[in-house]
């Protein structure tokens, strides 16, 4: 290896390519089980921590490889417990990463890219724009970082944290092998030993990767819907024009078919006050509902700069649940966590090199005397 040549980084390697690994540079595959357990189990950050392992081995493996982590910038923690970190990437743009403490839960919500592919209107990730996929390595290190958070890692300890949703920034199923790679380190007895009832990936719906998925794991599955109709949700969610809510309705169906044990997909509603609030479209929803095994969890829109939407009343809020709930949908209102230091559902925003320009359309210039200017419309 020469001094040009980058080192390999072994922390996103899911089981499979990291046995492949250690096969490529001449060993035996059995050694992959050990370095996985010392990684994710034990929190290593080099070799020679590894005292199982030969030192010749992990010699060998210094020169050939790593074990990075992203470089954490900020940590806020809020009043309510909810922490949420700013975690620095390479090339100078950042993500966030958000964990939710809850009745002996720690639900860790995790991002996929660097701003967004897609650009949902009531989203604040989809006004900045889009840089890039994360890898494997920068979306399951995101976990590390939350376990390290609480201290050194202890196989043996309580989980810190007990579930992960990926529900960050950026659209999971448009960075389809990464995001498989670090769900499988996940749902690893050998690594994070999470179940797939407590590991969910969250899509607006790209039907053709909702297919795919099913092929290469069984994660749980929310969808993010936010509308009854595909006129207004054309609007919301602006893939519905590409993949309209019959064919995302079908394709959920399709997956919860594959699956081996009973379960339901989770459908996420995003409440904005005079939009999709009101009662006639809670009837709508219903009606959708029907076709689809699925519990429904209404998200209060969260408020952020740039955005004209507002939140709706306490009553329209339990106006709205009541409708469904009468209807025999289960449901529950997601209850506003974080909001003082920016962590609540949409708000996260990150630092984000947006080469899509799209940023533009949305984010305040200033001009040269430093007045702030509304964006072009």
Not at 31 to 40: A, E, G, N, P
Not at 274 to 298: E, I, T
Request: hydrophobic content about 35%.
């Amino acid at each position: 290896m020469t001094e040009s040549t980058p080192k390999t980084n072994l922390l996103g390697f899911s089981p499979k390519k990291l046995e492949e690994f250690f096969v490529s540079i001449g060993e035996k595959p059995f050694r992959s089980t050990q370095v996985l357990k010392w990684i994710h189990q034990f929190g290593a950050s080099s070799f020679d921590e590894m005292t199982n392992i030969s030192k010749a081995l992990r010699q060998k493996l210094s020169e050939v490889s790593e074990i990075r982590e992203p470089e954490v910038l900020v940590q806020n923690i809020s009043k309510d417990g909810t922490r949420k970190w700013v975690i620095q990437l390479d090339g100078g743009s950042a993500v966030e990463a958000v964990l939710i403490p809850e009745n002996g839960r720690a639900t860790l919500c995790i991002s996929s890219q660097i701003g967004c592919s897609l650009d949902c209107s009531f989203c604040s990730t989809g006004k900045q724009g889009f840089n890039r996929n994360l890898s494997a390595a920068e979306v399951i290190g995101q976990v590390r970082v939350a376990i390290r958070s609480f201290g050194p890692f202890d196989p043996n300890g309580d989980r810190r944290v007990t579930n992960v949703v990926l529900m960050g920034m950026g659209e999971p199923l448009m960075n389809f092998d990464n995001v498989v790679d670090a769900i499988h380190l996940m749902m690893d007895d050998n690594a994070y030993g999470l179940s797939k009832r407590r590991v969910t990936l969250s899509t607006a719906g790209v039907v053709p990767q909702i297919d795919k998925l099913s092929q290469v794991t069984d994660v749980s599955l929310a969808i993010s819907l936010h509308a009854p109709t595909d006129e207004l949700r054309d609007q919301l969610v602006p893939i519905n024009k590409r993949y309209p809510i019959a064919e995302l309705v079908d394709a959920c169906n399709r997956y919860m078919a594959n699956l081996k044990d009973k379960r339901v997909i989770t459908v996420e509603y995003t409440l904005i006050a005079g939009v999709n609030d009101h009662p006639s479209q809670a009837k709508q929803l219903v009606k959708l509902l029907k076709r689809l095994p699925c519990k429904l969890n209404l998200i209060p829109f969260n408020p952020f700069p740039n955005s004209d939407y507002r939140r709706p009343s306490e009553d329209a809020i339990q106006a709205f649940k009541m409708v469904m709930v009468k209807a025999g949908v289960i449901t529950t209102v997601r209850r506003t966590r974080g909001d003082d230091v920016d962590a609540a559902c949409g708000q996260l925003v990150g630092q984000v090199m947006d080469r899509t320009r799209r940023s533009e359309k949305y984010i305040p210039l200033k001009d040269a005397s430093g007045v702030q200017q509304e964006p072009p419309r």
